[in-house]
């Protein structure tokens, strides 16, 4: 799962760690860090891989160092709004607000979720919400005008 990472006020995808060795020849502009090393903007030369050599650090960049966190400053974004828990979309629902679409693309005007708990947010199953006159949207705290 990716992982939004805040560096200076400003949001990143961190970059996930496989399996895989990976070489990046365009040495893409990065920030690195790992527990015992600070932040430090570098060049992207390698992911080697998750765990070779048994340490964690698995980004190496253009000097040689390895590092065991790295986001691309290319990946820079707006936060992401919280996705809604079962409960929340529910209420939503029950109050007249909209539907939502299930994976399957049927839409829902139903406010039980039996395949969840409450408190969890709406993963795979909801895939977004409607209002009775709009466009679909995620169902995110932000959309449905919850508390972040």
Known sequence: MRKEIQIDDKWFWELEQTGLIQ????LPKVIMWSDHVALTHTRLLACL????????ECFLDENGRLFEHCVLLLSEHEK???RCTAKELSKWVLGGNGFWLDRDGIARTLGDFNYTKPDDECGK?????CTW??????????????EE
């Open 49 to 56: 891989g998750k765990n070779l050599f048994h340490r964690p």
């Open 23 to 26: 070489a990046f020849p365009n």
């Open 125 to 129: 199953i909801v895939i977004s919400i």
């Open 133 to 146: 006159d709009g466009e679909p949207l995620e169902p995110t705290a932000q959309n449905m005008g919850l």
């Open 80 to 82: 992401k709004s919280r």
